[in-house]
């Protein structure tokens, strides 16, 4: 069974910086990709980032590009996010998920998601 459990997620003033962390268990995920996903309150949830689980390659929405990376941590079933130069737009639970194939923006096509994590970014 696969399972994705977040964290990372906090308190920072605008300008800062986290790092969100996504481990997962329960399978090989060689075929798969993990995207970033995050909803604020009175908002649909939203594609962030995703990166392929095997080569590595990765895609951000346009508000996020040059400010938040991606990376799978070598060795380990664990993806992070880093989010450099936070706004208060960037508020926001933030949810790690898992789908086979390649990246998607389209939140219906990942089958497991995390529990998800709050970030909030104070003026």
């Known amino acids: 069974q696969v399972q994705l459990v977040e964290s990372g997620g906090g308190l920072v003033q605008a300008g800062g910086s986290l790092r969100l962390s996504c481990a997962a268990s329960?399978?090989?995920?060689?075929?798969?990709?993990l995207g970033w996903f995050r909803q604020a309150p009175g908002k649909k949830r939203e594609f962030v980032a995703g990166?392929?689980?095997?080569?590595?390659?990765?895609d951000y929405t346009d508000s996020v590009k040059g400010r938040f990376t991606t990376a799978r941590e070598p060795g380990k079933n664990t993806v992070h996010l880093r989010m450099n130069a936070l706004t208060p737009e960037d508020t926001a639970v933030y949810y790690c998920?898992?789908?086979?194939?390649?990246?998607?923006?389209?939140?219906?096509?990942?089958?497991?998601w995390g529990q998800g994590t709050q970030v909030t970014v104070s003026s």
């Open positions: 998920a898992v789908k086979y194939g390649p990246v998607s923006t389209t939140l219906t096509q990942y089958t497991t």
């Open positions: 329960g399978r090989t995920f060689n075929y798969y990709s």
């Open positions: 990166i392929s689980w095997s080569s590595g390659s990765t």
